[in-house]
């Protein structure tokens, strides 16, 4: 990639922008020239999500105790020692900050250069802190979770100006197995922070990060199915050991369910495709921890007048697939209930858009909720997912945004979403064409 450190005339027209904030002219920032495009769409976000660009530091989003057990049980945890020995050693001496945040901004390790770590104090770029784009605007770790991608901020191209003499590089950090955003790594510091090569550091990092998380992970799958294979011989009583989510936990019991009519079941590292009806089941039982009873659960799960026969003969079914992957993870009865913390990927996607990161949602959003199902509690859970995500694009988000979420099968008819990104794009945008074309059939399919 090519040298993003930019020069003078660039700061210049970075600095020109922000006077246009003072004056309360902001849509100007649409024609300042020399500002990057990505830049200007950042600065265009922060402002629909009120980032003020004069507050001197970041919120704290997690106090000690919550940010020790929180990031004790993050997934990126586990790759922290890779983090450490490629980026975090050789920072302590080079005048650079290295911070590895969770999938909605926050910072949960930040460390480096010990005189820039007191500097850094000041703007509270600090563990704990959120550095979210709808929280502090335009940054690296924020402005990388929004676009799904590396990038590079430098100074004045920073939305808080008390974040203007600082320049980092940032790159998400992806699931290796799932794809869904886990986090974002990022190097901070003066203009070394985006030189040409810190980019490629920092994506090289990450993608060796990634590499490892995927080794250790087919390691505890086999010393699982080893582990199995011995308590089923006579000969072993002693159960394996597994790791728990306070314990640092290599990854999370997790549930793909969005653009699949099977889910995809993830528990200690072993994975599966469910059937559609365990699909729905272990579902509907993720997203009610407290459990449900035989009759609250049969009517979730089958149109009109459901059978707890039926039920308890597919629970059967379903405890014999559990028990091979985990025995822990078996559900109890009186009510059903999850004695695990499963976390389906639609509540990832829920999570995202409460604290205002539409961008990472759709980033994680891969489709309607089975959308093949016909069960009630699935088809409300597919329909407030779907609809909030809309309605969270539709108020806040890009052109861009909402021509990825018209690409969606679900969206494919949704006249609204097209007109409102047409009202978006720049009158020569090469977009434009396409989605007036698909306007025009819309329009011509819904007179005939």
């Known amino acids: 990639m090519k040298n993003l450190t930019p020069p003078g005339a660039l700061q210049r027209s970075a600095l020109a922008a922000h006077e246009s904030l003072d004056g309360g002219a902001f849509a100007e920032v649409r024609e300042v020239p020399g500002l990057r495009s990505l830049i200007r769409e950042s600065w265009l976000r922060s402002a629909g999500f009120k980032a003020n660009p004069d507050n001197p530091a970041a919120p704290l989003a997690l106090d000690r105790d919550e940010l020790e057990d929180y990031r004790n049980r993050h997934p990126l945890a586990a790759i922290m020692p890779v983090i450490t020995r490629l980026l975090v050693q050789p920072s302590h001496d080079s005048g650079l900050l290295v911070a590895v945040g969770d999938e909605v901004g926050r910072l949960l390790w930040v460390d ?19 550095w979210s784009e709808a929280t502090v605007g335009t940054s690296a770790p924020g402005t990388a979770l929004a676009l799904g991608r590396g990038i590079q901020i430098s100074g004045a191209e920073h939305y808080q100006r008390a974040v203007h003499p600082w320049s980092c ?45 995927r080794v250790e992970r087919l390691q505890r799958a086999a010393e699982l199915a080893s582990g199995h294979a011995r308590r089923r011989s006579p000969a072993t009583a002693v159960a394996p050991h597994r ?12 549930l793909q369910l969005l653009g699949r009519d099977q889910a995809l079941l993830s528990l200690d590292g072993r994975t599966v495709v469910l059937s559609a009806r365990h699909s729905e089941i272990l579902a509907l039982l993720s997203i009610h921890p407290a459990g449900l009873s035989a009759d609250e659960l049969s009517a979730l799960l089958y149109p009109g007048e459901g059978s707890t026969i039926t039920l308890r003969a597919e629970m059967v079914r379903l405890r014999k697939v559990l028990q091979q992957l985990n025995p822990d993870a078996v559900p109890g009865s009186r009510p059903y ?20 990161a539409h961008r990472i949602a759709l980033e994680i959003y891969r489709g309607a909720v089975l959308p093949r199902s016909e069960a009630p509690g699935i088809v409300e859970l597919r329909d ?44 020569r945008s090469p977009k434009r064409a396409a989605v007036v074309a698909e306007l025009e059939r819309l329009e011509a399919e819904l007179s005939v």
Do not use: N, W
Not at 120 to 125: I, N
Not at 245 to 252: D, F, V
């Open 337 to 356: 209930r999850l004695p695990v913390d499963l976390v389906p990927d639609s509540s990832q996607v829920l999570s995202c858009l409460q604290r205002g």
């Open 243 to 254: 790791t728990g989510a306070g314990e640092g936990s290599l990854y999370r019991d997790s």
């Open 384 to 427: 407030k997912v779907s609809g909030l995500l809309r309605e969270a694009i539709l108020t806040d988000g890009s052109a861009e945004s909402m021509l990825k979420f018209a690409a969606l099968p679900e969206a494919r008819d949704d006249v609204g979403i097209r007109r409102a990104a047409l009202r978006l794009l720049p009158p």
């Open 169 to 213: 590089t940032a790159v998400p950090f992806h699931d290796p197995d799932s794809g869904a955003v886990l986090g974002v790594v990022d190097i901070t510091g003066t203009d070394t922070a985006v030189a040409p090569h810190t980019l490629s550091l920092v994506e090289a990092t990450v993608a060796a990060a990634q590499a490892q998380l």
């Open 112 to 130: 480096g250069d010990p005189a820039l770590q007191r500097r850094a104090e000041g703007m509270m770029f600090v563990a704990g802190a959120d």
